[in-house]
């Protein structure tokens, strides 16, 4: 069975870090790129950051530009996202997903979206 695990989520306050993993089981995940997204209270699911497959080529959302670093691990089958200097506005439930592509075409968008995690929950406040 396919899935996607994150984790690392959690109260943090604002101008702190925190780290989140996204982990997969059921299939290699080096065989694709992988993205995060985000859903805060109210709102729409956004594209927040995508690896490539090879880990060469990265995408950011202008929101995060400068303060998330995704990156991976692929030995460890894992995806992690970095996230600091982190705002109220960054409050939200965030997801990996993969659209089986190598390179991160068309993940500002969730639609079209194969496999999705459950989420873990990033709240920022003070």
């Known amino acids: 069975q396919v899935q996607l695990v994150e984790s690392g989520g959690g109260l943090v306050q604002p101008g702190g870090s925190l780290r989140l993993s996204c982990a997969a089981s059921?299939?290699?995940?080096?065989?694709?790129?992988i993205g995060w997204f985000r859903q805060a209270p109210g709102k729409e699911r956004e594209g927040v950051s995508c690896?490539?497959?090879?880990?060469?080529?990265?995408y950011y959302a202008d929101s995060v530009k400068g303060r998330f670093t995704v990156s991976r691990d692929n030995a460890k089958n894992t995806v992690y996202l970095q996230m600091s200097s982190l705002k109220p506005e960054d409050t939200a439930v965030y997801y990996c997903?993969?659209?089986?592509?190598?390179?991160?075409?068309?993940?500002?968008?969730?639609?079209?979206?194969?496999?999705w995690g459950k989420g873990t929950l990033v709240t920022v406040s003070s």
């Open positions: 997903a993969t659209n089986r592509k190598i390179f991160c075409l068309e993940y500002a968008s969730p639609r079209g979206m194969d496999y």
């Open positions: 059921g299939f290699t995940l080096d065989l694709y790129s």
């Open positions: 690896i490539s497959r090879s880990g060469g080529s990265t």
